[in-house]
């Protein structure tokens, strides 16, 4: 039959398309399925991952900024109330370091709050208006400017309280804002995530129905199906390591935390044993079953110090045998002593008996000797034994090794501690001995020299010879008064006063009758001034006839002739100020911090005292309650200041020496 080209034609015209289009229709719907699961997946993930950037960049560091300066703030009360009471001035510096840090911070939150929340601005801003208020009446009421009486200061704080109580409620409920906006952003990427999860079944349930319609599409569908189980299970293997990773940081973390919170608790107190028996209870029951802690003798023997034990009964035991020396050690002991490193060693090595005077066993146990080393010095060794279920690992030697390290600078903190309260006390007891053994040959010349005065056939010439020997032995019994005092200052310890009410009046006659003298001798003006409303202080008049002796005394030596050094008392609210100013050269600006240190003398005074008068007159002053400084401008003179209380201190009145 011949072929008949038209209808051909039409028939390819009819079933072709037809064809055609039953197959790409399917296969644009499949392409349509496959780019949605696609890319509606890498969008939502976009999405969620901006969000995740938000709250690790934005939000996490604003609560963290937010809850510092809460923390920051609650300490502030503690920092003012420390420096009230023991007038220690880096509590002082403390609160203002603490002011500082909220500033910073809240500069953080000024950068971050506007990305974060609309209104938590306005909360910041209220925050910080309300600190303010708090920080002004702490100025305005010099709760920081000086130590103010018990009831002056409580009643002052009382007044400022409210503002400090509302500034900690508006930092808790911007922390709790934060934390609001945070959870709301974990809920919508929550939200994403599953709507990402529905929306790819729903497309491959899509997919895989197209690629029923098309028979040529099955092998690539199949295809399809071993990618995606290949992803699956790569996915699977890296949700495996996350999660192992996860486990080794929580692990690390709570490590970290530990080892901070061991470090905190061993540097708490400066007592040797303490500290090496805080060491013991650490270990035990945190890391071990039980330990042992032996430090080393000059003679290379060990002597148990610390022992503890899980079983109280067992405790008992193993803490009888503290102090006792041991000197013949195992070899294996003596090379960790060398070596210097922790090691792990298993139970039945024959060190349990050695070590705890338990019988050695079989058991999966292992034991860990750490070595105290420090400024490369080997001071001890710490034993610790494992618990039966579970044996040391290398991350236990690891977690020694780190305990052990903090734990030896603790100690030899504590040990030098010691050894200087040691020296102290050595210090002041030769010092007692010296000075009571000097003053007898002193008070034998002095009276010796006194009843030679009394003979009328002396001459002149000799007189003056005994007047020299006389003033030579009160020089020198007061240069033992002097030491003696400084030795005191120098062991925390503040100088014994008898307190009693006096007028100021009398005690500056006292003093221009002291001095006048030298004043005129030295061709130089004392001016001596006090102002209308003072008239007594409640103080120790001789300790205060002693500040002003040896400050009018400091102020006569740099003094040249035809100079003026005078002395004005004014009142004040609550005290009295004494001033002692020359017209003297000056000191030096990098000098000043130096005056009242014992011992030190500008280079120009060399030869002309010993260095005690003003660390003594500092003292003094103290023990009152009081304050000194310096003020001094070279070319110009100097200015000494100290204060006087105007009314009885009570508990320095039970303290005196003469009430006592």
């Known amino acids: 039959m011949t072929p008949n080209p038209a209808r051909e034609r039409r028939s390819i015209w009819r079933v072709g398309p037809e064809s055609t289009w039953t197959t790409i229709l399917p296969v644009a719907f499949i392409i349509v399925s496959l780019l949605s699961l696609l890319i509606l997946p890498i969008a939502v993930a976009t999405h969620t991952s901006k969000m995740r950037r938000e709250i690790n960049n934005v939000a996490e560091p604003a609560r963290r900024a937010a809850n510092q300066i809460q923390v920051q703030l609650a300490l502030e009360l503690d920092k003012i109330i420390a420096w009230q009471v023991t007038g220690q001035d880096h509590y002082r510096r403390d609160y203002m370091y603490l002011v500082a840090q909220q500033e910073q911070n809240r500069k953080i939150l000024d950068s971050l709050i506007p990305k974060l ?61 934060i934390q609001l906006a945070i959870d709301q952003r974990r809920q919508r990427i929550e939200a994403a995530e599953q709507l990402n999860v529905s929306l790819t079944i729903v497309l491959s349930l899509l997919a895989l129905t197209s690629a029923l319609l098309v028979i040529g599409l099955g092998r690539q569908m199949r295809l399809l199906a071993k990618e995606a189980t290949r992803r699956r299970l790569e996915a699977e293997r890296e949700a495996n390591e996350a999660r192992t990773a996860r486990e080794a940081a929580e692990r690390e973390e709570r490590r970290a935390a530990f080892l901070a919170a061991a470090g905190q608790e061993m540097t708490s107190s400066l007592d040797y044993e303490e500290t090496v028996a805080m060491l013991a209870r650490l270990i035990v029951p945190n890391l071990a079953e039980l330990c042992v802690v032996d430090m080393l003798e000059p003679d290379s023997s060990l002597r148990r110090t610390a022992a503890a034990h899980r079983n109280p009964e067992d405790e008992v035991a193993l803490t009888a045998d503290i102090g006792q020396v041991r000197r013949e ?5 003596v ?27 079989s058991t999966n146990r292992t034991m860990i000797f750490a070595p105290l080393v420090s400024r490369g010095e080997t001071l001890g060794l710490v034993s610790a034994v494992s618990p039966e279920a579970r044996p040391f690992g290398d991350d236990d030697v690891s977690m020694f090794s780190e305990l052990t390290r903090h734990a030896s600078l603790a100690i030899d903190n504590a040990r030098l501690y010691l050894e200087s309260q040691q020296v102290v006390r050595a210090r002041e007891e030769v010092l007692a001995i010296v000075s009571h053994d000097l003053r007898n040959p002193l008070n034998a010349v002095t009276l010796g020299a006194s009843l030679m005065q009394m003979s009328e056939t002396l001459s002149d010439e000799d007189r003056e010879q005994l007047d020299t020997i006389e003033l030579s032995a009160r020089r020198m019994s007061r240069l033992i008064a002097d030491l003696l005092d400084v030795t005191r200052l120098d062991g925390g310890k503040r100088l014994p006063i008898e307190p009693a009410r006096f007028e100021i009046g009398s005690l500056m006659h006292e003093a221009d009758e002291i001095f006048r003298a030298q004043f005129a001798a030295n061709e130089v003006s004392l001016q001596l001034r006090i102002d209308d409303g003072v008239t007594e202080v409640w103080a120790d008049r ?26 004005h008392v004014r009142p004040r609210s609550s005290d009295v100020l004494f001033t002692v100013s020359d017209t003297g050269p000056g000191i030096p600006e990098e000098n000043l911090r130096d005056v009242f240190n014992p011992y030190w003398q500008a280079k120009r005074t060399e030869r002309m005292g010993a260095g005690l008068g003003l660390p003594i007159a500092k003292g003094i002053v103290e023990a009152h309650g009081g304050r000194i400084w310096v003020e001094s401008e070279q070319g110009v003179g100097t200015k000494f200041y100290f204060t006087l209380p105007l009314q009885v201190d009570v508990t320095r009145e039970a303290e005196s020496p003469a009430r006592r």
């Open 117 to 177: 929340q609309e209104g938590l601005a306005d909360d910041l801003g209220t925050l910080f208006f309300q600190a303010s208020r708090w920080r002004g009446g702490v100025t305005k009421h010099e709760l920081l400017s000086r130590q103010l009486p018990p009831e002056v200061f409580q009643t002052r704080l009382f007044e400022q309280h409210p503002a400090y109580e509302k500034s900690l409620e508006l930092a808790t409920n911007l922390e709790i804002d």
């Open 329 to 333: 050690l195992p070899e294996a002991l």
């Open 335 to 361: 090379r960790v002593l060398q070596e210097r490193n922790p090691r792990r060693i298993g139970a039945s090595s024959g060190l349990l008996p050695f070590i705890t005077g338990l019988a050695a066993d």
């Open 542 to 567: 001789h300790r205060v006839l002693q500040v002003l002796s040896n400050l009018i005394g400091n102020a006569l030596k740099f003094t040249p002739a035809g100079g003026v050094v005078s002395v």
